[in-house]
């Protein structure tokens, strides 16, 4: 069983924690309201919602609950960092999504859908070097990763290209900026991960 982070952080890294989270849920309600096509996952979970009552929030924290509990039987234990996560994305979400209207004309549709890439691009930075724990769905990629011994690319490719089918069966919002984020996610997050500070434990 792998132990995430049981040593003491700095309270910058919780900071710099809760801080990634906010801009992660930010850049997800931008991606929502540009109505462009969602992540592979928020397409799931916004298909989910087509037979559920639950908000895009509580569908999240309820996917990541059980994402969690999947990864513990796969041999990864949960860090603070990954319950953080499954609580507060949610939270934030449907804390800001009244704030903000759909948004009719396309260049500022467009402009929505760039702005929450980068917001999710640089919360996942400030997220992962935070150094509290992999998130929900990293932890059950990196679990399914040490079971079968593929790669984590693989299993990463291959968990997303399966919620992004199941998701659009239950009529999930594919679209361009699904495209779109699948294909900038990764190269922005790497940018960022690089110039963001990575914290360190006490001691």
Partial sequence: MDHF????????????????????ALGIVCILKSNLGMSPWNVFHMGTINYLPLSLGRITQITGFILII??????????????????LIGVFIDFLTPFFSSIDLLPFRFVFLATGIVLI?????????????????????????KKTGKSIRFIRASIEITVLIIGFLLGGPVGIGTVAFSLSIGPSVQFFLKIIPKQGRKG
């Fill in 5 to 24: 982070h049981r040593e003491k952080h700095t309270l910058f890294s919780y900071s710099q924690l809760i801080s990634g989270l906010f801009l992660l």
């Fill in 121 to 145: 691009a640089i919360g996942t930075g400030l997220y992962i070097n935070s150094d509290l724990g992999a998130g929900p769905r990293d932890s059950l990629m990196l679990g399914l990763s």
């Fill in 70 to 87: 999947l990864s513990y039987f796969l041999g990864i234990m949960p860090g603070i960092g990954t319950i953080l996560n499954m609580i």
